[in-house]
C-alpha cells in the first residue's frame, strides 16, 4: 500500500509545537513582508501566510512598494525595514520586477533576520551543514520526510532541479542527513534512467506531471514540490495518477509540500525571535 504523505499532518504537527513555544513569549515574533508590486503568485503565497500565522498568534506586517519605485528607493526601504526593532524577520517577495536588483537587499539584510534565506551567509552555512535558517521549501520536504519516517541514511537521493531556492539547499539538507544525492537538471542526460534508480524521489522542476511511472523505481518515496495549473487544475511535476501506484510513499498537489512551507517560514521567525532577544530574555 502507499502511504500517502500529507502536508496538513505535518503542519498540524507543526502548529501544536509553534504555539506551545511561542506562548511564554514577551510579545509577538513579527514578520516583515515586503511586495514590490501586486504579482498574483505573490498576493496568493502571502494570504498563505497571512492565514497561517493567523493561525500560530504570530504578527506579520506588509510593506507594499510600488512597482515603478525606483533602485535607490527600494535599497533605502529596504533597509529602514532591515533595521526596524519591531520587525524580527523579513521575506522579501523574488524575483523582483525586471528594473531592480535585489543585490543590496541580499547582501545587507540583517543575518538574524534573514528567516527566508536569501544571504549568502546563510546559504553557506546550509552548505557547510553548519545551522542557518533552512530555506522555507527544502525545510517542508525534511520536515515531511522526518514526520513519516523516512531514514535517508544511504539511501540514493535524486533531485530533479538545481535553484539557488529549492533543488540546491535541498541536496545539502540530504547530504546531513547522509544520503547519496544526485542534483538532476535540464541538460541531464538519460533522466529516466538517473530518476528509476533513486530511493527518494523530488521533483522540483517546474514542469507539470513530467515524473510518470517509468521515472519511478517501485517502492521508491515521492516528493514532488512543483506547482503548476494544467487545464485549469493545480498539479505539480509528478504524474500523480501512474506514479502512486508503485510508489512506496508520495505527496500529493495540492496538500503536500506546499501545505507546510509557511509552518518553516513561522518556525524559522520564532527562532529569529529569540535570537533576537539573545533567546533567555525572551521568555518569562
Ligand atoms: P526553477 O528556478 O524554474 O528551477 C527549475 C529547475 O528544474 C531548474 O534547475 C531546471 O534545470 C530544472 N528542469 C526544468 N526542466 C527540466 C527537465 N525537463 N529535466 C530536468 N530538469 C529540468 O524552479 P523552482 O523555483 O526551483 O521551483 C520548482 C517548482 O517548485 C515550481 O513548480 C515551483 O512553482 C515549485 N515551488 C513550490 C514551492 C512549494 O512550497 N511547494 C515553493 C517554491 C517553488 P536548469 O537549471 O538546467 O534550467
Known amino acids: 500500500m502507499t502511504l500517502l504523505m500529507k502536508g496538513a499532518e505535518v ?141 535517508l541514511e544511504g539511501k540514493s537521493v535524486v533531485i530533479v532541479g538545481r535553484s539557488p531556492t529549492v533543488g540546491r539547499p535541498l541536496a545539502m539538507l540530504m547530504l546531513k542527513e547522509n544520503s547519496t544525492v544526485t542534483i538532476c537538471h535540464s541538460k541531464t542526460k538519460d533522466l529516466k534512467a538517473v530518476c528509476s534508480g533513486a530511493d527518494v524521489l523530488v521533483a522540483c522542476m517546474g514542469k507539470a506531471e513530467f515524473i510518470t511511472a517509468e521515472y519511478v523505481k517501485p517502492g521508491a518515496v515521492v516528493v514532488d514540490v512543483g506547482i503548476n495549473f494544467k487545464d485549469g487544475r493545480l498539479c505539480g511535476d509528478v504524474d500523480f495518477q501512474s506514479v502512486s501506484p508503485l510508489a512506496g510513499a508520495i505527496t500529493p498537489v495540492p496538500g503536500g509540500v506546499g501545505a507546510v512551507t509557511t509552518s518553516i517560514l513561522a518556525e524559522n521567525l520564532l527562532e529569529a525571535y529569540k535570537n533576537f532577544f539573545n533567546k533567555q530574555e525572551a521568555f518569562f
Open 11 to 151: 503542519a498540524a504537527k507543526l502548529k501544536e509545537k509553534i504555539l506551545k513555544d511561542s506562548s511564554c513569549l514577551i510579545s509577538s515574533p513579527t514578520l516583515g513582508i515586503i511586495r514590490v508590486g501586486n504579482r498574483p503568485d505573490n498576493l496568493s503565497y502571502e494570504k498563505g501566510i497571512l492565514k497561517r500565522f493567523e493561525s500560530l498568534k504570530l504578527a506579520a506586517k506588509i510593506f507594499e512598494l510600488p512597482e515603478n519605485i525606483s533602485q535607490n528607493d527600494f535599497d533605502s526601504a529596504f533597509g529602514k525595514i532591515n533595521n526596524d526593532e519591531k520587525i524580527h524577520g523579513l521575506l522579501l517577495f523574488r524575483p523582483l520586477p525586471k528594473n531592480l536588483s535585489d543585490s543590496f537587499a541580499c547582501e545587507h539584510i540583517n543575518f538574524l533576520k534573514d528567516v527566508d534565506s536569501m544571504s549568502a551567509l546563510n546559504a553557506g552555512k546550509i552548505f557547510n551543514g553548519q545551522g542557518g535558517y533552512v530555506p522555507c521549501t527544502p525545510g517542508a520536504v525534511m520536515k515531511i520526510l522526518a514526520h513519516y519516517e523516512i531514514n
